[in-house]
C-alpha cells in the first residue's frame, strides 16, 4: 500500500499517511460492499478526522450499512448514533510517537527510492527500499489495529462488536468487512429466504439476468433460475428450474401488508428492502413479481411525471 503526502496545518499533522488513506481517503464516502447469508449488500465508509452530526445521517440511496472512520477521539464523549446500521469506530487516542517516527521512515525511503533511479544499481537499491518500505507500512498496520482495537466501535443501541474480532489480520479492507458482516446480522439477524443455502452470493447484477429468466427472455442468465430460484422462492426442484413462485416466502409478507387494499409501492419497496433486510434491487424484483403473479390481478399506478426504465 502507498502512502499519500503529508502537510501541517496549525502545527498538527492532518496527513493522511495511515493504512485507510488509498482505500478510504479522508472526508470521503467509499462504496463499499459485503456479504450476508448468501446476499451481496451496498454500503459506505465515511472517512473524517473527528465526529460531526452529519456523519451519523443515514447511508446514501441503495446504500444497507454505513462505517464512520473517526481519525481522533473527541473530548466530549462517545456520539450518538440515530440509525441501526451505523457504526462509528474511533480509536483509543491520536497517533503515537512511534506511528509518526515510521511515517517519517516511510517517506524517507520513498525519497532514496526516487533519488537512486538513475543509480547503476538503482534496481537492487530499489528493491531493498521496497522491502523496507513494505515492513514500515506492516509496522503502520499494527499500530493502527492497536489504536482501534483499544478503542470504542459504536451502534444505535447496545455493545457493539468485539474489536479484537475487527481488528484481527493485516487488511484494513478486512476490518471493514467484519464490522460490515457484523453490523448485517445485526440488523438483519434472518431473512425470508434461504440464500445462505447458495454456492454463490446474489449480487445486484444477477437481478436483471434473473427477471429475464423468469420469462425466458434475451439476456437470461444460463442457469441461474436452476441456480438462485428455489433458494429465492422462484422456483422449485419438481419444477425442472422454470420459474415458478407459488410458494414464494416474500409474497405473503406484500399480501399481508397490503391488507386487501392499496398501498404506496415506495413504502413497500423500503419495507421489503430496509425492514425486512433484502436489497433495494431483489425488493424491487419481488414487487414487479407479486403484481404480474398475484390473483385478482394487481396494478402499480404510476403517478404523474414517472417514467419506466428498462431492466438493466
Known sequence: ????????????????????????????????????????YRGEVARAARWSAGLGQAPGSGAHFK??????????????????NIAVCIPSSRPGRHAHRIIGEI????????????????????????????????????????????GDICVQSGPGPDTGTVY??????????????????????SLPVNTHTLARPVCEDNIPELFASCFSQPG???????????????????????YDPSDCP??????EKLGGGTANF??????????IGLTSELASLYLILFVHHERPEHQIQLVDRAALFMAD
Request: aromatic share 6%; net charge negative; glycine share 8%.
Open 168 to 189: 484481527c489480520g493485516g487488511d484494513p479492507m478486512e476490518w471493514m468487512e467484519n464490522l460490515a458482516g457484523w453490523l448485517l446480522a445485526h440488523c438483519y439477524p
Open 220 to 242: 437470461a442468465g444460463d442457469g441461474l433460475l436452476p441456480d438462485f430460484g428455489p433458494a429465492m422462492g422462484l422456483s422449485s426442484r419438481e419444477s425442472g428450474g422454470s
Open 1 to 40: 500500500m502507498t502512502v499519500s503526502a503529508n502537510r501541517a496545518v496549525n502545527g498538527t499533522v492532518e496527513a493522511d499517511r495511515t493504512p485507510w488513506a488509498l482505500l478510504f481517503p479522508m472526508n470521503t464516502v467509499t462504496p463499499i460492499t459485503a456479504i450476508h447469508l448468501g446476499i451481496e
Open 107 to 150: 517517506t524517507a525511503a520513498k525519497q532514496a527510492a526516487y533519488l537512486t533511479r538513475r543509480d547503476v544499481d538503482a534496481a537492487a537499491i530499489n528493491s531493498a527500499l521496497r522491502e523496507r518500505q513494505d515492513d514500515l507500512e506492516s509496522q503502520l498496520v499494527t499500530e493502527e489495529s492497536a489504536r482501534f482495537s483499544k
Open 67 to 84: 462505517i464512520v472512520l473517526l481519525q481522533d477521539r473527541s473530548k466530549l464523549g462517545l456520539p450518538k448514533i440515530a440509525e441501526r
Open 266 to 275: 415506495g413504502g413497500l419497496h423500503h419495507y421489503l428492502a430496509h425492514e
Open 250 to 255: 416474500v409474497f405473503p409478507l406484500i399480501r
